[in-house]
């Protein structure tokens, strides 16, 4: 999610992405249940367009 949400315009995705993926990689729970509430309620205001 990281990357492709970068890559892609989704700058807050790409952070939350990032923030998870530290605090796997250091074992700390918190910060992990913290953004997945955070990226739930991003995602729920995504907007899908297509052109």
Do not use: C
Not at 14 to 43: D, H, N, W
């Amino acid at each position: 999610m990281k990357g492709a949400g970068g890559m892609y315009g989704f700058d807050q995705l790409a952070a939350m992405a990032a923030t998870i993926e530290e605090a796997a990689k250091a074992g700390t729970q918190s910060p992990i249940e913290t953004e997945l509430k955070a990226l739930a309620v991003y995602l729920e205001s995504v907007q899908v367009v297509f052109d």
